[in-house]
């Protein structure tokens, strides 16, 4: 019986709660690498660091440089009430949209203090559940989060973060400021690594995908065509678009690391053009949608039913991923944010 790929419970798979990864890896290098080679639909199992023999002399290697801030906050009410509020992406020079946690607790608008530095008024709810707060601090505001915020480690991490977290839920090559969740696919490069792969020819290509509420709203529509994704703010720079660009025109492989790079190169290419520049994007691909720039694709494994399993399902072929994440729990691989990863190919 043929499966239907628009249907959301197709993305289901079972996943033992222990193969849940909460805690990262000692080195991040030394994370597990699943091979999966789509014409042969072959599956090796290797090290993250063997990426150094996969990729070949004139890949360009896209990466994400967004940087995740501590975006969790928590805040008390004038009647001692504690909230947690989630930064998602700022409005104005003090006005942020954010997740406010337990939300009933906020039916009408309000005062809310989060330091002695810090307080903020918090708006009624919009139809989606989220509130504009406009905050007010004694100090740069920035200094602040930094100093009482937490990273945003996501909910199948059952813990508080820690300072470990500050590290190592980051890519070491991020450097502009605005994702609440980390690209997680770029987490298990070190600079060696990337230094190694820059000096055999492999070139780096740098575009920014600010990662959003995306992150944590599931699909609940039966119908995946019927979900509404929420766009995230991307930029890809002109030397990064030429690289990628020439590497399509001279037939060499653009090698994207992660679903949301992968998501920018789609959605920036129009009529065999690489463009440059910053928008809102809120493309969705899921099997039947045509990639038209990805070559080959490094990602980590993925919830179920999430969007990002069916793109991933999208560019591996639904069977061949469906194996492979039967294979990655068989032989106990870790899963999600702090999990290991899959390289994808032809």
């Known amino acids: 019986m043929a499966v239907d790929l628009l249907k ?20 991040r290098r030394e994370s597990r690498l699943m091979h999966l080679q789509r014409q042969s639909e072959v599956i090796n199992h290797r090290s993250f660091y063997e990426i150094t023999d996969i990729l070949k002399s004139g890949d360009v290697l896209v990466i994400n440089s967004s940087k995740v801030f501590p975006a969790r906050l928590f805040a008390f009410k004038d009647n001692g009430t ?55 601090s004694t100090v740069p505001f920035w200094d602040e989060i930094y100093s009482i915020g937490h990273m945003p480690l996501p909910p199948y991490i059952e813990r508080m973060d820690t300072d470990i977290d500050q ?27 990337l230094d190694t792969l820059s000096a055999k020819g492999i070139q780096i290509a740098e ?8 992150t944590f709203r599931p699909v609940k529509a039966d119908i995946i065509t019927d979900h509404v994704m929420h766009a ?4 890809i720079p002109e030397d990064s678009a030429m690289k990628i660009q020439l590497a399509k025109h001279e037939h060499r492989r653009v090698v994207c ?24 994007t809120d493309i969705f691909i899921y099997p039947g949608v045509p990639f038209k720039v990805v070559d080959a694709m490094i990602t980590n494994f993925h919830l179920p039913q999430s969007t990002l399993l069916m793109m991933i399902s999208a560019f591996g072929g639904f069977d061949f991923i469906k194996r492979a994440y039967e294979e990655a729990v068989k032989h106990q691989y870790r899963f999600f944010s702090y999990g290991d990863a899959m390289f994808i190919e032809d």
């Open 167 to 193: 590290q190592r839920y980051q890519t070491v090559y991020a450097n502009e400021r605005g994702s609440v969740a980390a690209p997680t696919a770029g987490l298990h490069f070190d600079r060696e690594l």
């Open 82 to 136: 504690q909230v947690e509020v989630f930064l998602l992406h700022q409005l104005t020079e003090d006005t942020w949209k954010c997740m406010v946690s337990p939300g009933k607790k906020l039916k009408t608008a309000q005062q809310l203090r989060f330091s002695d530095a810090l307080t903020a008024f918090v708006s009624q709810g919009d139809s989606e559940g989220l509130r504009d707060i406009q905050f007010t």
């Open 232 to 235: 995230e703010f991307a930029t």
């Open 207 to 214: 575009i920014i995908l600010h990662v959003g509420i995306g």
């Open 8 to 27: 959301l419970k197709t993305y289901d798979y079972h996943l033992p709660k222990e193969l849940i990864a909460q805690n990262p890896i000692s080195k």
């Open 257 to 280: 690391v992660g679903t949301t790079s992968t998501r920018t190169v789609e959605s920036f290419w129009h009529d065999g053009v690489m463009n440059s520049g910053s928008k809102w």
